[in-house]
């Protein structure tokens, strides 16, 4: 596979000293070694690693960056996430023989689709530890038999409110209240540059709201706990989305973001 994706690459670069896909700075990315990238009939699409390279899409359509391995800072959230993982690792193991074969035969009932639209199933462990990760970050209880699918309630607005003074960050969403048998599982950034509009990797958990919780949300206190306090002019955005606490599932997230004002 790998020789596959080098050869791939060979014809990538002999087609870039060609002149037949120009690579050019992505608009929303740092400047250091990052290009578009302009898929001739050789190639539909690429993701992923390959050396030093990171295939990648935004709104911009396809580039390419150079791989950088992120520092660890061993923060709270991150040791938290580990020990989640550990946890339903642990808990798998766990688990009958029956019980792992019933997990193995209903990932036919959670496939998703991946970055070129193509369908993919996760494994029973996947599906066990992905459901249990979602189901505890909700404050629900674990599960050792797997569900059947039923949805999860779907978030259909999504703004925010922050002022300096005050420490004002409130939360505005629909529908409301949560719905009963959901939670609201919220992430937010920290303050950033004002010309950001694309902020995926600066999300971090602020908290949950549970089931008959309504708008609008005051997460001031959360907020400043996780990041400090508001700066004026800075970009902050949030990100919201709906668990089934019962199930697991997830609903599709929003994203609304806000110039901090004085």
């Known amino acids: 596979m790998k020789k596959g994706l080098k050869r791939v690459w060979l014809h990538i670069v002999c087609f870039i000293e060609a002149g037949l896909i120009t690579p050019t700075v992505a608009q929303d990315a740092p400047v250091q070694q990052m290009a578009k990238v302009k898929l001739s009939a050789l190639v539909s699409g690429m993701s992923g690693k390959l050396n030093g390279s990171v295939f990648a899409k935004n709104r911009g359509g396809l580039y390419l960056r150079t791989k950088v391995t992120p520092v660890n800072p061993q923060t709270a959230s991150q040791v938290a996430a580990r020990n989640l993982l550990t946890t339903f690792s642990q808990g798998w193991k766990s688990l009958t023989a029956g019980q792992r ?23 029973g462990l996947q599906l066990y530890i992905r459901l ?13 038999v797997p569900p059947l699918p039923t949805g999860a309630a779907g978030l259909t607005a999504l703004s925010l409110a922050a002022l300096f003074t005050g420490a004002t960050f409130d939360i505005t969403f629909a529908p409301t209240p949560v719905p009963a048998g959901m939670a609201l599982y919220i992430e937010a950034t920290p303050g950033l540059s004002a010309g950001i509009s694309n902020a995926n990797s600066r999300f971090r958990t602020i908290g949950v709201e549970p089931a008959a919780g309504t708008s609008v949300i005051d997460f001031s206190a959360e907020y400043a706990a996780k990041f400090g306090a508001l700066a004026t002019g800075q970009k902050v955005f949030v990100r919201a989305k709906f668990i089934n606490i019962a199930t697991g599932e997830i609903s599709q997230s929003l994203v609304a973001s806000t110039i901090v004002g004085a």
């Open 101 to 123: 074969v019933s997990w193995n035969n209903a990932v036919e009932n959670f496939q998703t689709t991946d970055v070129f639209g193509d369908l993919k199933k996760p494994s």
């Open 132 to 144: 249990n990760a979602n189901i505890s970050n909700a404050g629900g209880v674990a599960i050792v």
